[in-house]
């Protein structure tokens, strides 16, 4: 009778096993297409307990304390992004109104030579990139209308989860420490150490991004190029990307002023983003956010790139998560291996 109630047991531990590995796979297949809203609104909802709880406390309607920090939220998100969009179709029409102008090919064509390219070679050269930029613009409409979609519906999903995290936030902490299969103070250790790392992660992330995005915009506008307040906030979002970041608009900027005549201002423009700028950034990171111990740039680097691929924008926090994880995962199990006072073990 023991060895078939054992068998029972193991029988059943493992279709639990199964089923749990089952609804994991069919919860990624569902939520990957919002799993950037689902995220970020999990994450943002957390880090806004502390104030969401004191406030609340103050006026005595949590509910309407959270619907009030969502509309908040919503009004700093939607705002910019619309201004950003716009601008950015602006910005789209004025290069194909120039690339169309006659004298736009031959100026480029002009500074080429003077870098010592041949007449013919950097006539040809411009032609063709003018043509495949043309054929790329067009080829991008769908994709881009894709991807608007997309978004507005991540939004959407970013504010519903944001409200519910508010609200039920400090149920769900109780909720993981009462599933995690270990004793409680470890299982209270492993879920302080990923809060502690999501918040590091996050705000060295997005506090820093949004920082050099604001100082780039400055050096943009100190080095004379066109619209700062448009292409900083363009170099924000493309902070978020490690090792390319604003290089993706510093490059062509600094080529195309140098080309042009404005060696200065392109010198000074590849200068901020590829040698003040990581050092600016670090600055920040250190006085804003600290030192996130046991989160190697490595794996930032190789945690976002993998997280993008796989999860879309939500990888730029996923994925290095993930792997910053691995430490605090062991250290909790080589805890549990060590015999302390106090904590049972088989004997």
């Known amino acids: 009778m023991a ?48 104030p969401y709880q004191r406030v609340s406390r103050r006026l005595r309607a949590p509910r309407l304390v959270a619907v009030g920090f969502v509309a908040l939220l919503c009004i700093a998100l939607d705002v910019p992004l619309f201004v ?3 601008r950015l ?3 789209i029409r ?3 109104d120039a690339a169309r102008d006659p004298g736009f090919g031959p100026s480029l064509a002009h500074g080429l030579v003077r870098l010592g390219v041949p007449p013919d070679a950097a006539g040809a050269f411009v032609q063709q990139a003018s043509a495949d930029a043309m054929a790329w613009l067009h080829g991008a409409t769908l994709p881009t209308l894709g991807f608007v979609g997309a978004l507005l519906m991540n939004a959407g999903v970013f504010l519903f989860v944001l409200y519910y995290t508010l609200v039920s936030g400090p ?5 993981v420490l009462d599933a995690l299969p270990l004793p409680e103070r470890h ?14 992660l996050f705000l060295g992330t997005f506090l820093v991004a949004t920082c050099l995005g604001i100082l780039s915009g400055v050096a943009w506008w100190l080095a004379g190029f066109p619209d700062p307040v448009f292409w900083g906030a363009v170099m924000t979002v493309l902070n978020l990307i490690p090792a390319l970041g604003m290089g993706l608009v510093a490059i062509p900027a600094g080529a195309i002023a140098i080309l042009n005549g ?22 920040i990171r250190a006085v804003f956010v600290g030192k996130t111990e046991g989160v190697h740039p490595i794996l930032v680097l190789v945690g ?42 088989a004997e």
């Open 84 to 86: 950003l969009g716009w």
């Open 89 to 91: 179709v602006t910005e």
């Open 171 to 175: 149920r769900f902490v109780k909720w």
């Open 262 to 283: 404005r060696v200065v201002a392109g010198v000074a423009i590849l200068a901020w983003a590829f040698l003040l700028s990581p050092l600016v950034g670090n600055a």
């Open 3 to 50: 060895d078939d109630g054992e068998r029972n047991r193991r029988r059943s531990s493992r279709f639990l096993v199964a089923l749990v590995a089952l609804i994991g796979v069919a919860g990624f297949v569902l939520l990957k297409p919002i799993v950037s809203g689902v995220t970020f609104g999990l994450v943002v909802g957390f880090l806004l307990q502390r």
């Open 187 to 200: 299982a209270r250790h492993l879920v302080e150490a990923v809060a502690d790392r999501m918040r590091n």
């Open 94 to 96: 004025g290069f194909v």
């Open 304 to 345: 976002t790139v993998g997280g993008v691929a796989l999860f879309g924008p939500a990888g730029i926090l996923l994925g290095p998560l993930v792997l910053s994880m691995l430490d605090p995962v062991l250290a909790e199990w080589e805890s549990l291996r060590e015999p302390r006072e106090g904590f049972p073990h």
